[in-house]
């Protein structure tokens, strides 16, 4: 059974610092994607990465995959308010789009 | 433009009850995915389906159903509500090759 653990699951961050999110999965794959999710909102898709050690940034964000590590990252560039959200990593263990979801990570970013 | 949404999005019901949450996407893909989201556990996948009269069971399917008549809709069915299904239900749609978009949710509440 593919497991998808974040972490963490809390960060409270000052506004210019950076930080970096944490996803670890238990099975081979080599599709993870992120997503960002507001309170009371649908999820809002961030980056979808394909192989290993892909890299994609967007912003004050970039995301990246490890597969022999099982790992990707989420890393936070000079944080801004506006990026106060709650993050989701999945993974995708047969290409057939079935996502396994992380717990998520709620980042509240304050000034 | 093309579209997922998702009806009523709002529904209070009582346990016991029957209950069918509509999806609907303009997007013309082929897959499409029920999940459920609850504090502590992000988003699990109830059903899923992967073309015109194909349905097939998720990690948390137990008392939920799906039928798949057309490419567009996937009506999820909680056959005799019961408490432990109040949550947040999300539909999405995707091809085999790439991203799944989500609709915009249905907050279910089971009294």
């Known amino acids: 059974e593919l497991k998808v653990e974040q972490n963490p699951l809390f960060l409270s961050m000052q506004e210019g610092k950076n930080y970096t999110i944490y996803c670890n999965y238990s099975t081979t794959s080599d599709r993870l994607y992120w997503y960002r999710q507001d309170p009371g909102k649908s999820l809002e898709s961030l980056f979808v990465l394909l192989s290993n050690g892909a890299v994609k940034q967007e912003g004050r964000l970039m995301a990246s995959l490890d597969t022999k590590a099982r790992l990707s990252t989420l890393h936070i560039t000079a944080a801004v308010h506006d990026l106060s959200a709650t993050y989701f990593c999945a993974v995708d263990e047969t290409s057939g789009s079935r996502l396994t979801f992380g717990e998520g990570t709620q980042l509240t970013v304050n000034p | 433009d093309a579209e997922i949404t998702q009806s009523p999005r709002h529904k209070i019901t009582e346990t016991g009850r029957q209950v069918t949450l509509a999806c609907h996407q303009t997007w013309n893909h082929n897959n499409m995915f029920w999940y459920r989201q609850d504090l502590g556990h992000g988003l699990r996948l109830i059903h899923y389906s992967y073309g015109v009269q194909d349905t097939n069971k998720g990690e948390v399917s137990d008392g939920y159903s799906v039928s798949r008549s057309n490419t567009e809709d996937l009506p999820l069915t909680l056959e005799s509500a019961a408490s432990s299904q109040t949550s947040v239900y999300f539909c999405?749609?995707?091809?085999?090759?790439?991203?799944?978009?989500f609709g915009p949710g249905t907050r279910l509440t089971v009294t």
């Open positions: 999405a749609s995707g091809t085999s090759s790439y991203e799944q978009y």
